[in-house]
């Protein structure tokens, strides 16, 4: 059964359904250039309404694993490949990734012309798209969901592990990783709801926060910013991706959209500290305006070497690190994992000083 997808800057791309949908899906379209690692993409809540074309031309070869998931369940709008593997080949598979993806109604498109995508994305932008078995007389309309975070982020607060170290991790959508990064570190965690007060954060007595990864544009979380600002004043903060924006924004700095994001596993990114360049896992449309840093007392420590953009920031005065990159991988090279050692000698030596934060 033929079915397409229509790009709002005009564009039409035919394709074949393995899981059709029963009515045409709207969302932003933008594209994911690792080789492997799509379980994690399509549970990484970060890709919430987005549809996702892998770039990788056969996608499903180890099938759905029950280790893997970045979430409860995928979020992405829709899938869009050139080849897909309908008989998964792993002694951990449970599911064929069509199964999957048919198992929570995600409608998925193959033999598509992913290259020609790819190109009018990387002009024009991502965009958004319609999913649709009509070829003709698609209506355009502006549905952008503002709450994507209120959407995917926990609604209870939880905990996990014990530990020297109680790190809050302020949950945006977050990325099971990050959890388990912390865990296998040995820290006591708690996770809590993204709109949670600094008073109730104040009240778990934390020794650090990580602000998590999350999806769509970090300016609809405005309303959280002062208590963002109030938590990196009073304690050591890991901000991740979303996270990272937000430390930025809540200090006065801006943010803007790249025209067609950052979505692979082999970013290449320089620390500026150690003067090391290695590999990250991205997935992000907005990055932080390095102009707009000036008075914020924040600076850059890390650039993307593809497009010289902010990869991660230190401030002057507070005990911060952002990054914008995911060190927590999955998919994608670990080599950014020690940001999450370096965070936890900042906040032992914290909790060790005399002037210790809050
Ligand atoms: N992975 C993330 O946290 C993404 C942050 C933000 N939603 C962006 O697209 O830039």
Redesign the pocket.
């Known amino acids: 059964m033929k079915g397409y997808i229509h790009l709002e800057s005009g564009g039409k791309y035919e394709g074949k359904w393995l899981n059709p949908p029963k009515q045409n899906i709207s969302g932003e379209v933008v594209f994911y250039t690792g080789m492997t690692g799509y379980q994690e993409v399509l549970t990484d809540p970060?890709y919430k309404d987005q549809i996702i074309v892998f770039t990788y031309p056969l996608i499903g070869n180890y099938g759905i694993n029950e280790e893997d998931f970045e979430s409860k369940k995928p979020h992405v709008a829709g899938v869009i490949v050139y080849e897909v593997n309908q008989n998964a080949s792993h002694y951990k598979a449970n599911y064929s990734l069509p199964e999957y993806l048919k198992k929570w109604d995600i409608p998925l498109m193959h033999h598509v012309d992913t290259r020609a995508i790819v190109r009018n994305i990387r002009n024009k932008g991502s965009m958004p798209a319609i999913l649709s078995s009509e070829s003709e007389n698609i209506l355009f309309v502006n549905n952008e969901d503002g709450d994507k975070v209120g959407k995917v982020s926990d609604k209870r607060m939880s905990s996990y592990g014990k530990g020297d170290a109680h790190i809050v991790l302020v949950d945006y959508g977050l990325k099971k990783s990050i959890l388990t990064s912390l865990l296998k570190r040995g820290c006591q965690v708690t996770v809590v709801p993204y709109d949670t007060s600094f008073q109730a954060i104040k009240n778990l007595n934390p020794d650090g926060i990580l602000l998590s990864?999350?999806?769509?544009d970090?300016k609809q979380l405005n309303p959280q910013l002062a208590t963002v600002k109030k938590l990196i004043q009073h304690f050591p903060t890991l901000g991740i991706?979303?996270g990272h924006?937000l430390v930025a924004l809540s200090l006065g700095g801006n943010t803007k959209k790249l025209l067609f994001?950052h979505r692979g596993a082999n970013h290449p990114v320089i620390d500026q500290v150690t003067k090391r360049v290695f590999m990250t896992s991205q997935?992000?449309?907005?990055v932080v305006d390095e102009a707009s840093l000036n008075e914020t007392g924040l600076k850059s420590r890390f650039y993307n070497l593809h497009d010289q953009s902010v990869e991660g920031l230190t401030h002057d005065q507070y005990l911060i690190q952002t990054v914008q990159f995911h060190p927590e991988a999955n998919p994608g090279p670990a080599e950014g994992e020690y940001i999450f050692d370096e965070f936890l000698n900042m906040v032992k030596e914290n909790s060790r000083s005399a002037v210790a934060y809050a």
């Open positions: 970060s990864n999350g999806p769509g970090p991706c979303l924006q994001g997935n992000h449309s907005y």
